[in-house]
């Protein structure tokens, strides 16, 4: 489970939605269920049990959730923690 986060447009502040990841790789993941609100094409992604935020870029819009890129690659050990639900990394 996890939430995006995003600026709202034209008003000071932000949204959030939550979120499922299904699946993710160095440099993106593919996140689902989210609702029907827009979201911008940068948002924040927070994966639960995971203090950080990563920055990412929406690269493709589905009828089933978002294919993000993150803005810096994740370390390859890190990524399989997460895959394997062995997280937070130490």
Same mark, same amino acid.
């Given at each position: 489970?996890?939430?995006?986060?995003?600026? =709202? /447009?034209?008003?000071?502040?932000?949204? #959030?939605?939550?979120? *499922? !990841? @299904?699946?993710?790789?160095?440099?993106?993941? /593919?996140?689902?269920? =989210?609702?029907?609100?827009?979201?911008?094409? %940068?948002?924040? %992604? $927070?994966?639960?049990?995971l203090?950080?935020?990563?920055p990412?870029?929406?690269?493709?819009r589905?009828? @089933?959730?978002? /294919? =993000? #890129? %993150? !803005?810096?690659?994740?370390?390859?050990?890190? $990524?399989? *923690?997460?895959?394997? #639900?062995? %997280?937070?990394? #130490?």
């Open positions: 489970m996890g939430t995006v986060y995003y600026l =709202l /447009h034209g008003v000071r502040g932000y949204s #959030k939605q939550s979120c *499922r !990841m @299904d699946n993710i790789s160095e440099n993106g993941c /593919h996140v689902c269920r =989210l609702l029907s609100e827009p979201i911008p094409d %940068f948002v924040y %992604f $927070v994966l639960e049990g203090e950080a935020k990563f990412c870029a929406v690269i493709e589905s009828d @089933d959730g978002l /294919h =993000l #890129k %993150f !803005m810096t690659n994740l370390p390859t050990e890190l $990524v399989d *923690r997460i895959a394997d #639900k062995r %997280f937070p990394a #130490k």
